[in-house]
């Protein structure tokens, strides 16, 4: 039985690559991708999402907008980190027509109330809040929430202390993480610590066109930015791809450990948009996260090529040699 997802994200580089990833899972159903403001504005984000479907030939698959601001913060995008056109400047043909009736709020609180559905959360948490504000027992339902965002240990990315997808709407960040304890429930947190590890390198980059030159070409296409940002900023030759990750993870959780632990999110001052995570519980409070920390580089690569090379598993031996190669050089 395929597990079924709702897609709420801000395509975006890493985000189109973890789309990818989920459409060449025969374990997954996307029933939808909810468009979020975040790296690219929202209406940018819903055209980036068309362009994927279109790679992908899954134009049959809804798209709704959602937020196009952060609750409280003056929205502030990244395109600086994901190209003036939210797709690595590749430039892509934009896709004529997909008009959707529903917003994405409307979309996630019509499925979630019919049917059991996880969401993978690859950008900020505003639409999530908003669907909370507006219809909680959907959000409730929400099978198994996978958030990219926040860091344990990690410096941030946008600045000492926080991740972007909290940074950007740490409101929206902390009302989420605050309904998960009054559940009682945990979000499974895949922050920096453990997606700082994947690096797609140009070794790796390489093999995939080697692979398949038509899958790697676009895969080019829509990274060679990111790879130019990362050199320029990071001193990093390579890309960090955070979003695949978290879709990996809800793919295949053993690829990543971790612990339960209470998380509130800071949303103001010099710390807005810290995880401040309880990992030694000073105050008393029940787990609401599960905190990703350690994560197997090597097995996510093997996913990451499986799925998107459409590898068969007995192909993958001479992958696994490349990867190891690779990654293990890497350490
Ligand atoms: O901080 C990294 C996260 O912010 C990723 O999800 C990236 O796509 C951006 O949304
Ligand atoms: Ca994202």
Same mark, same amino acid.
């Given at each position: 039985?395929?597990?079924?997802?709702?897609?709420?994200?801000?395509? +975006?580089?890493?985000?189109?690559?973890?789309?990818?990833?989920?459409? $060449?899972?025969?374990?997954?159903?996307?029933?939808?991708?909810?468009?979020?403001? +975040?790296?690219?504005?929202?209406?940018?984000?819903?055209?980036?999402?068309?362009?994927?479907? &279109? @790679?992908?030939?899954?134009?049959?698959?809804?798209?709704?907008? +959602?937020?196009?601001?952060?609750?409280?913060?003056?929205?502030?995008?990244?395109?600086?980190?994901? +190209? $003036?056109?939210?797709?690595?400047?590749?430039?892509?043909?934009?896709?004529?027509?997909?008009?959707?009736? #529903?917003?994405?709020?409307?979309?996630?609180?019509?499925?979630?109330? !019919?049917?059991?559905? %996880?969401?993978?959360? #690859?950008?900020? #948490?505003? *639409?999530?809040?908003?669907?909370?504000?507006?219809?909680?027992?959907?959000?409730?339902?929400?099978?198994? =929430?996978? %958030?990219?965002?926040?860091?344990? &240990?990690?410096?941030? *990315?946008?600045?000492?202390?926080?991740? /972007?997808?909290?940074?950007?709407?740490?409101?929206?960040?902390?009302?989420? /993480?605050?309904?998960?304890? !009054?559940?009682?429930?945990?979000?499974?947190?895949?922050?920096?610590?453990?997606?700082?590890?994947?690096?797609?390198?140009? %070794?790796?980059?390489?093999?995939?066109?080697?692979?398949?030159?038509?899958?790697?070409?676009?895969?080019?296409?829509?990274?060679?930015?990111?790879?130019?940002? @990362?050199?320029?900023?990071?001193?990093?030759?390579?890309?960090?791809?955070?979003?695949? #990750?978290?879709?990996?993870?809800?793919? *295949?959780?053993?690829?990543?450990?971790?612990?339960?632990?209470?998380?509130?999110?800071?949303?103001? %001052?010099?710390?807005?948009?810290?995880?401040?995570?309880?990992?030694?519980?000073?105050?008393? &409070?029940?787990? *609401?996260?599960?905190?990703?920390?350690?994560?197997?580089?090597?097995?996510?690569?093997?996913?990451?090529?499986?799925?998107?090379?459409?590898?068969?598993?007995?192909?993958?031996?001479? =992958?696994?040699?490349?990867?190891?190669?690779?990654?293990?050089?890497?350490?």
């Amino acid at each position: 039985m395929k597990r079924k997802i709702i897609i709420d994200c801000d395509p +975006g580089i890493d985000d189109s690559l973890a789309i990818m990833m989920a459409l $060449s899972s025969k374990d997954v159903e996307v029933v939808g991708i909810t468009i979020v403001c +975040g790296n690219a504005p929202v209406t940018m984000g819903f055209e980036n999402a068309k362009k994927v479907l &279109k @790679h992908m030939n899954r134009l049959d698959i809804p798209i709704y907008m +959602g937020a196009a601001k952060p609750l409280k913060k003056e929205y502030v995008n990244a395109l600086d980190t994901h +190209g $003036s056109d939210g797709l690595g400047e590749s430039f892509l043909e934009p896709v004529e027509g997909f008009y959707q009736p #529903l917003t994405a709020v409307e979309f996630l609180s019509q499925t979630l109330n !019919k049917e059991s559905c %996880s969401v993978i959360a #690859l950008g900020p #948490l505003t *639409n999530l809040a908003d669907l909370l504000a507006a219809d909680e027992k959907a959000f409730n339902n929400i099978e198994m =929430l996978v %958030s990219m965002g926040g860091s344990y &240990k990690a410096h941030g *990315n946008c600045s000492p202390v926080a991740e /972007y997808n909290y940074w950007e709407d740490p409101e929206a960040a902390a009302i989420v /993480y605050q309904h998960m304890a !009054k559940l009682g429930r945990l979000i499974h947190m895949v922050g920096l610590d453990v997606t700082r590890k994947i690096v797609l390198t140009p %070794s790796l980059l390489s093999y995939m066109e080697r692979l398949d030159p038509e899958k790697g070409e676009f895969i080019r296409k829509i990274t060679k930015f990111y790879f130019d940002f @990362h050199w320029q900023w990071e001193h990093i030759i390579g890309c960090v791809i955070n979003d695949p #990750l978290a879709m990996a993870y809800f793919l *295949n959780p053993k690829l990543c450990h971790g612990f339960n632990s209470y998380v509130q999110i800071e949303t103001e %001052s010099l710390s807005r948009g810290q995880s401040i995570v309880d990992a030694y519980d000073f105050y008393r &409070k029940k787990a *609401n996260a599960h905190v990703l920390n350690e994560v197997d580089v090597r097995g996510f690569f093997e996913l990451f090529f499986e799925l998107l090379l459409h590898m068969e598993k007995d192909k993958l031996t001479e =992958l696994e040699k490349l990867i190891a190669q690779e990654v293990d050089h890497e350490g």
